[in-house]
């Protein structure tokens, strides 16, 4: 489709309400990187004149707002090309140091795709992993995560919240269960990161990982927390020229480095507040659409973080959902949209049954969302979901009172 | 994934969504796919005396490419008899609403909805 035809259909863009996928770049934090393009060039590692030590300089001060915001010290945070590399450093980097002894690793069914895909990797290289099941609101029971201890086991790696429904784990627990059986806490903070309290000395976390275009700062950068009391030990990914005490060689890209700092020094300050503000404005989604329409359902937990709320609509079909309300830029559980025809292994993990995962949309609003648009998207939703189920045989089943889960379908 | 004009055009514009009664003789009702799979189509046929399909009527659970097979399924069978539309091809329904190729599975449940619908029908009417 050419770009005409595209904004034919959306003449004016859609409402943003994806922001778990990514968040556009706070304006503050635009004006921060700015010098480091074309001004202040110079590589951070240069040391011979001004070029290098003002970038270094602007390295350094970010790397200091990094830590303010999880209660580190600036000596920990090294910076990556975002929470992926740093999923994959934790994991490896662990196993790479200490996996002659310790050969077992713990996570959870609903991490992040990148934690799942290197534990995998792991285990072709001869670990055990343990991917330990969700209740159904998505937390980890904790009874669950000490059984499944062994005195092999190398690391347990568990979000801070999570990308689809927004469950918020209970980090300081687990860290104490962790510290306590001499185990590494990994905890991807990529959701979690300036949106709520992380602090890496109260919840025992070892090694962390940050994402930068989550928090309304650039994307390319983030960063991974890596405990220097106990000092934890790291396998590199990559060899080169030992930057960043040797974890991550590499030029470091000084303008989105600056940008992901000043992004985490605005959350620092602003993160109560906009969680106030999030809540009131998921509260009103909440309201309008759970307890406003009729057979709409939670997927997660009520009290995850605000910002996501994650929904199944029954009797719809996610991505015909997606196409009628294309006013507003959500995402889907549903098979339909992800490129395997598989629904949300996520929501799979919570036993939403199939059909219910086939319905999931999830809204996602941020620090630029506005009660309007919140009210906008209300009544698209409301409108669409009132077409659809008039579309849909399965609603005409529910209204005769025919049980959808006692059919024989003849699938094909 | 940008949506494809005609397939979003069967959504805002709908034709023959609806509903007849299953328990009419003249009626044939097609119900194929399955929740779980993210795709069910109802699809049904007025048959007249002589064989024709007077009317049709679809519902669906699924995505806007089943949603719009569905449809275009209920255009083109009205007016034929019940042979010509058995000929109908998901192919062509997919060429018609310019399907991309993780689509065309809707299609094909669409041209089994209106041989299931057919089907019915004969069954019903001992043909």
């Not at chain 1, 980090?171 to 959701?191: C, M, N, P, W, Y």
Request: aromatic fraction near 6%; charge should be negative.
């Amino acid at each position: 489709m050419t770009n005409c035809e595209i904004k034919k259909q959306t003449p004016e863009r859609p409402i943003y309400m994806d922001y778990q996928a990514t968040t556009p770049l706070d304006p503050r934090v635009f004006e921060v990187m700015k010098p480091y393009f074309l001004e202040k060039f110079g590589n951070p590692h240069s040391r011979s004149h001004q070029f290098g030590w003002e970038a270094e300089d602007a390295v350094e001060t970010a790397r200091e707002h990094v830590a303010a915001l999880i209660n580190a010290d600036p000596k920990e945070i090294i910076f990556t090309s975002g929470a992926t590399e740093s999923n994959n450093m934790a994991i490896k980097g662990l196993a790479g140091f200490y996996g002659d002894k310790k050969k077992h690793i713990i996570t959870v069914q609903t991490e992040h795709k990148c934690v799942l895909d290197a534990c995998r990797h792991m285990e072709m290289e001869g670990f055990e992993v343990t991917y330990l099941p969700v209740e159904k609101d998505g937390k980890l029971n904790l009874e669950v995560l000490k059984a499944a201890i062994r005195p092999d086991t190398l690391v347990v790696s568990v979000m801070g919240v999570n990308n689809e429904i927004g469950t918020i784990q209970d980090l300081a627990a687990i860290g104490k269960i962790t510290r306590e059986h001499g185990v590494f806490f990994h905890s991807d903070l990529a959701q979690a990161f300036g949106k709520i309290p992380v602090d890496v000395e109260a919840m025992n976390i070892d090694v962390a990982s940050i994402s930068g275009h989550k928090i309304y700062g650039p994307k390319g950068i983030g960063a991974i927390y890596v405990r220097r009391r106990p000092r934890v030990r790291l396998e590199a990914l990559f060899n080169g020229g030992g930057q960043e005490r040797g974890f991550r060689s590499g030029t470091l890209p000084t303008p989105l480095v600056a940008g992901l700092g000043e992004a985490a020094r605005i959350a620092k300050i602003e993160m109560a507040d906009e969680f106030k503000r999030l809540k009131k404005l998921h509260d009103k989604l909440y309201n309008a659409l759970v307890k406003g329409i009729p057979d709409v359902f939670v997927n997660g937990s009520k009290d995850g973080f605000p910002g996501n709320i994650n929904l199944s609509f029954a009797y719809i079909e996610g991505e015909s959902m997606l196409m009628a309300i294309r006013g507003l830029a959500v995402s889907s559980g549903s098979a339909c949209t992800s490129a395997s025809l598989e629904p949300s292994y996520v929501l799979h993990a919570l036993g939403v049954g199939e059909e219910l995962a086939h319905t999931s949309i999830r809204f996602g609003i941020g620090r630029f969302t506005t009660e309007e648009e919140v009210d906008r998207a209300i009544e698209i939703v409301k409108n669409n979901v009132e077409k659809l189920r008039a579309m849909s045989p399965l609603w005409d089943m529910a209204q005769d009172g025919i049980d959808i889960t006692k059919i024989e379908w003849a699938a094909h | 994934m940008a949506y494809s004009e005609k397939v979003i055009d069967h959504y805002e514009n709908p034709r023959n969504v609806g509903r007849m009664d299953e328990s009419d003789s003249h009626i044939g009702t097609g119900l194929v796919g399955a929740p779980a799979c993210g795709d069910v189509m109802k699809l049904q046929i007025r048959v007249s005396d002589d064989g024709i399909i007077e009317d049709a009527k679809f519902k669906t659970f699924g995505c806007g490419s089943a949603i719009a097979s569905s449809s275009l399924a209920t255009e083109w069978i009205k007016g034929k008899t019940l042979d010509e539309a058995n000929q109908i091809k998901n192919t062509e329904i997919a060429q018609e609403l310019s399907l991309p190729p993780v689509k065309i599975h809707c299609s094909m449940l669409a041209e089994d909805a209106i041989k299931s619908a057919i089907a019915d029908y004969k069954k019903k009417n001992d043909k």
